[in-house]
């Protein structure tokens, strides 16, 4: 069965940093791509960063290009989002997915918020 | 980046009932990469569709999508209660990928 488990988020002050992780089982992460996508309370969905699974490029949204990192340890089967310079616009719930241009399989999300 | 934008915002049906779901892309959609997915409260985004008409494993029937280009569609023929949520529609044609606002679907 796949399943996806974020954790790491958490209340943070306006310029403060996160990390996020999600662990995996069920499939092997190294193959296959990943996303993290937000939605922040009462909004849509926001595809913020990428990496790919063959090649670990990272693609990103530019609102977050320089502040947040993705970045994924095969080994431990888990995906990480390195999240620095956080703003109140930042504030959302975070969801991993397994990426195939689209989520076929989330998590549960992880709430985010950034206070001013 | 391409918007999505889908209409209309609240619909409201009984059970039983036709859902036809709109999301219109501000530019072609290569390929019909669109995906759509249904969102219940305080839960996850789950993939019913994707490639704009393919069903997603598990994903009943009464579930289709259509349309291509500019112009997509999700139906879904006789509604269930359990299918009152929200539905979201997705492209990953381009980058970055973009969803659509969102279709409030609630019970009339």
């Known amino acids: 069965e796949v399943q996806l488990v974020e954790s790491g988020g958490g209340l943070v002050q306006s310029g403060g940093s996160l990390r996020l992780s999600c662990a995996v089982s069920g499939f092997t992460l190294s193959n296959y791509g990943m996303a993290w996508v937000r939605q922040a309370p009462g909004k849509g969905l926001q595809w913020v960063s990428g990496i790919s699974g063959s090649t670990t490029r990272t693609f990103y949204i530019d609102s977050v290009r320089g502040r947040f990192t993705v970045s994924r340890d095969n080994s431990k089967n888990t995906l990480y989002l390195q999240m620095d310079s956080l703003t109140a616009e930042d504030t959302a719930t975070y969801y991993c997915a397994r990426w195939n241009g689209y989520g076929d399989f989330w998590g549960q999300g992880t709430l985010v918020i950034v206070s001013s | 980046e391409i918007v999505l934008t889908q209409s209309p915002g609240t619909l409201s049906l009984s059970p039983g009932e036709r859902a036809t779901l709109s999301c219109r892309a501000s530019?072609?959609?290569?390929?019909?990469?669109l995906a759509w997915y249904q969102q219940k409260p305080g839960q996850a985004p789950r993939v019913l569709i994707y490639?704009?008409?393919s069903r997603a494993t598990g994903i009943p029937d009464r579930f289709s999508g259509s349309g291509s280009g500019t112009d997509f569609t999700l139906t879904i023929s006789r509604l269930e209660p359990e299918d009152f949520a929200v539905y979201h529609c997705?492209?990953?044609?381009?980058?970055?990928?973009?969803f659509g606002q969102g279709t409030k679907l609630e019970i009339k």
């Open positions: 997705q492209q990953y044609g381009s980058s970055p990928r973009t």
């Open positions: 530019q072609s959609v290569t390929n019909n990469y």
């Open positions: 490639d704009a008409s």
